[in-house]
């Protein structure tokens, strides 16, 4: 009796731990059946390098070299057209926008260049001469010349991003990035140019990218200069009395030029004399175009 009731109890422990393994062989065999369709899924991957923040960053923050960190990445989608970053494409351009660390860089959020202001803007610009051999990447000047040879640097070191042309080819605009003082000191020299006859605006293009920026000097009128200094998105505006004195003097530069010139042409027309039959000559045709830089069209 003793035998079987033992037999029996053996027989009843066996049962679950039967069960037991056939549980854990079912498990195992499922493991190796995901380990394969992983191993599977990994023959079909293709990766490839990306860089990586080591920090968070702001916007207009230069990426430097300890900010960066490189890693792979795999996608089942088709990578072969996929052009990956090196380290060099990245190191030394801003980010456009703030990027928190272990975000992706890629090249459309980053750029090349100075910081961009807050207040800067894209400009297009239509009333300005241009060089003939202008291209678009070049740094140039914006300068105004008034009809007694007096010339002023407007607005330095601007970049040209685009030429706007018509379907002939010929340009019909530039475009440019204005400050907001820069575009006050534009506007108003604009209005000179359209104040005085014989004054211009024009580009003038840098010999290379190394040169140092040339420093402003042209003195607004007194409108602009009282806006310049409560315009709220002007920061860091130099409020001195010296600007007001210069252009008090080119002003009076240009009332005694163009006194004088007026006072010439009466005494040119008191001279000619003539049979009736003789026509006074046109001192209009008879002026010359005032050309000071090579690069200037002549008058229309």
């Known amino acids: 009796m003793m ?9 009843l422990i066996g049962i679950p731990l039967t069960g037991m393994l056939f549980r854990e062989k079912q498990s195992t065999e499922r493991m190796q059946e995901n380990l394969a369709h992983y191993e599977k899924l990994q023959e079909q991957y293709q990766y490839v390098s990306v860089f990586v923040l080591t920090e968070d960053v702001t916007v207009g923050d230069e990426l430097t070299a300890s900010m960066l960190q490189e890693r792979q990445v795999g996608s ?10 090196t380290k060099d494409d990245l190191l030394g351009k801003r980010v456009k926008v703030s990027l928190t660390k272990g975000s992706a860089l890629g090249s459309d959020i980053v750029y090349e260049g100075e910081k961009i202001a807050e ?10 001469y241009l060089p003939k051999t202008l291209r678009e990447n070049e740094l140039v000047d914006v300068r105004i010349v008034f009809p007694n040879g007096e010339d002023y640097l407007v607005v ?20 440019l990035r204005f400050l907001e003082e820069e575009l006050l000191r534009y506007q108003a020299a604009l209005v000179d140019a359209k104040t005085y006859e014989g004054t211009r605006l024009y ?10 920026a040339a420093k402003e000097y042209y003195p607004v009128n007194q409108a602009v200069f009282t806006l310049m200094q409560w315009d709220p998105n002007i920061t860091e505006l130099f409020l001195v009395d010296a600007e007001q004195e210069r252009r008090r003097i080119l002003e009076s530069h240009l009332e005694d030029f163009l006194s004088d010139e007026s006072q010439a042409e009466d005494r ?6 003539g049979d009736d039959d003789d026509q006074p000559p046109d001192v209009s045709e008879a002026k010359e175009p005032l050309t000071l830089y090579t690069g200037l069209p002549e008058e229309p």
């Open 268 to 273: 040119f027309a008191e001279t000619q004399t």
């Open 76 to 85: 089942l989608e088709d990578l072969s057209l996929v052009q990956p970053l």
């Open 3 to 11: 035998a079987g009731a033992a037999a029996a109890g053996a027989l």
């Open 119 to 128: 207040d800067e803007r894209q400009v297009e610009l239509t009333e300005l």
């Open 156 to 175: 330095k070191h601007k970049r040209v991003y685009r030429l706007i042309r018509d379907e002939e080819g010929e340009v019909l605009a530039v475009g």
């Open 203 to 212: 580009a003038l293009q840098y010999a290379g990218d190394f040169q140092i």
